[in-house]
């Protein structure tokens, strides 16, 4: 089992900076890669990036590249989602996961463990 543990969520403002990290603890030497999701109300949910084993797997959301970037650190085993110039369409739930092997790793249905994800909203 793997248990993740998202922080960092709050409410900001447009323009904003925000750090989320995703802590992971149990079996963490199963895990291939950690990812970034999110999901806002009535949407699907959006894949932001992930760290694999092979690397990074960019993000395919059009919406926030050049502005998300996810980051390690290995011997806290904590992914972080680094959000730079936030915008009210950002608004959303992230979560992490983590993914038990190499598989297509933006889709959801490739990560077998999920945190309880944290709320970020941003006023215009």
């Known amino acids: 089992q793997v248990q993740l543990v998202e922080s960092g969520g709050g409410l900001v403002q447009a323009g904003d900076s925000l750090r989320l990290s995703c802590a992971a603890s149990g079996r963490t030497f199963s895990i291939h890669a950690m990812g970034w999701f999110r999901q806002a109300p009535g949407q699907e949910r959006d894949f932001l990036g992930a760290i694999s084993r092979s690397g990074i797997v960019p993000t395919n959301t059009e919406s926030v590249k050049g502005r998300f970037t996810i980051s390690r650190d290995n011997a806290k085993n904590t992914v972080y989602l680094q959000m730079n110039s936030l915008k009210p369409e950002d608004t959303a739930v992230y979560y992490c996961?983590?993914?038990?092997?190499?598989?297509?790793?933006?889709?959801?249905?490739?990560?077998?463990?999920w945190g309880q994800g944290t709320q970020v909203t941003v006023s215009s």
């Open positions: 996961a983590a993914g038990m092997r190499q598989t297509e790793m933006f889709a959801p249905s490739a990560y077998n463990y």
